[in-house]
């Protein structure tokens, strides 16, 4: 693949990424917003929201082809954001640490790349940035106890597979 293809690729990839956490985390608040983990989780949305932002910046003055599966996250998004909040406040932690945990992963090898690319340190330092801010919802998730959820390791296992098959097929469809 060219080196304009992968840069496509990362962009259109984070792009759907982040609008996929807006839209778990409104599953999440339409569920928990009136409860006492609310403004944590109404907080980390909006900073999804920043992070959509800067890809979506990124997708304009690049022309880069955004995802067709929007609509898909739209609703797969939400539906795991509400389904992991009806399992209770550790349930929607628990999501959390999971889909963060793989995008960690996914950030972490994107910033490796990008090393060896200097004229693209402008991505670079939003990328590190997104990334910065997801070890923290990351961190905030386990502070607020998800690992006591029932069924941790089952459920962030399934959350985990999700969200890499979701990575796969964003970077290409
Ligand atoms: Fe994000
Ligand atoms: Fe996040």
Redesign the pocket.
């Given at each position: 693949m060219g080196e304009k293809d992968k840069i496509h690729e990362m962009i259109r990839v984070n792009h759907a990424g982040e609008y996929g956490?807006i839209r778990i985390y409104k599953g999440q608040l339409a569920v928990l917003g009136k409860s006492s983990v609310g403004p944590v989780i109404q907080h980390?949305a909006e900073?999804?929201q920043d992070?959509f932002d800067l890809f979506d910046k990124e997708i304009k003055d690049r022309h880069v082809r955004p995802t067709a599966l929007a609509p898909l996250w739209h609703v797969a998004g939400f539906a795991l954001g509400a389904a992991s909040a009806l399992l209770g406040k550790k349930g929607a932690m628990a999501c959390?640490v999971a889909?963060?945990s793989v995008?960690d992963e996914h950030y972490r090898d994107q910033l490796k790349d990008l090393e060896t690319l200097p004229k693209e340190k402008d991505l670079k330092d939003k990328i590190a940035k997104c990334h910065a801010?997801?070890l923290e919802?990351h961190d905030t998730s386990l502070e607020l106890e998800a690992e006591k959820l029932p069924g941790y390791k089952v459920f962030t296992t399934f959350v985990k597979t999700a969200s890499r098959t979701a990575i796969w097929l964003s970077k290409k469809i």
């Open positions: 956490a980390m900073q999804e992070h959390t889909v963060e995008i801010e997801e919802h």
